[in-house]
């Protein structure tokens, strides 16, 4: 069973829009958030993160909002360049005794549109 | 160098080879990982290292062995793969802490035939 969910494998937006990505988790116990993008035959590239004491996360174009409640995280991306196609992917990670473990959602594909 | 690195970015190797993927990380950090992302899947942990010491292993097959000779280099030694294991793999690097962000290299492609 996955613990975290990326349920949109694609999404398009025009260039100068906003790009919403989604996240769900399942695991009351994760308490870090993060977002990666991958260009292909790349490694991921870190982009935000977020930890659970807090409902938002800015950095440039990048927003990260939490909601603990539902169990959801998103990425907005205002305004879209068509440099930011790439796939998405959300991670969490939760407390432990060693280096933490990050469960990766399976990723969303962006198209931004010239 | 900065970063993480690995080499070789692309292999191609027979199911009776044996070969080995090598990862440095120029960060400073204290732990290192191997991912494999295989097609429309999700990354998969295989190996994770904290300060040398593995700490976990994901039920990987044994035709795959890390080695971790220190913080700064991590290696994956490969020996009768199977075309299933064809994929991309990834290394990773963090500094263990709270707020842990793991840094990646660019993935060395393998094939086997």
């Known amino acids: 069973d996955q613990q975290v969910k990326q349920n949109s494998p694609s999404l398009s937006v025009q260039e100068g829009r906003i790009s919403i990505l989604n996240c769900d988790y399942t695991?009351?116990?994760?308490?870090?958030f993060l977002w990666y993008k991958k260009y292909p035959a790349e490694g991921p590239t870190f982009l935000i993160s977020?930890?659970?004491?807090?409902d938002k996360n800015e950095d440039g174009r990048f927003t990260v909002f939490l909601n603990k409640s539902a169990k959801h995280l998103s990425l907005h991306i205002v305004p879209s360049q068509p440099g930011d196609s790439a796939v998405y992917f959300c991670?969490?990670?939760?407390?432990?005794?060693?280096?933490?473990?990050?469960?990766f959602g399976s990723g969303t594909q962006l198209t931004v549109l010239p | 160098e900065t970063g993480v690195t690995q080499t070789p970015r692309h292999l191609v190797m027979g199911m009776t080879n044996k070969k080995s993927l090598k990862c440095e990380q120029h960060?400073?950090?204290?732990?290192m990982y191997w991912y494999k992302q295989s097609a429309k899947k999700p990354l998969e942990l295989m190996f994770v290292?904290?300060?040398?010491?593995?700490?976990e292993n994901n039920s990987v097959p044994s035709r795959f062995s890390p080695e971790c000779p220190n913080s700064s280099h991590l290696f994956l030694h490969l020996h009768t793969l199977q075309p299933e294991d064809s994929a991309l793999y990834l290394c990773?690097?963090?500094?263990?802490?709270?707020?842990?962000?793991?840094?990646f290299g660019p993935g060395t492609r393998l094939l086997v035939l």
């Open positions: 990773a690097s963090s500094q263990v802490g709270i707020r842990e962000t793991q840094y």
């Open positions: 695991n009351s116990m994760f308490d870090y």
């Open positions: 977020i930890s659970s004491i807090k």
């Open positions: 991670a969490a990670s939760a407390p432990s005794g060693s280096a933490r473990q990050l469960t």
């Open positions: 960060l400073g950090h204290n732990a």
């Open positions: 290292y904290n300060f040398k010491e593995q700490t």
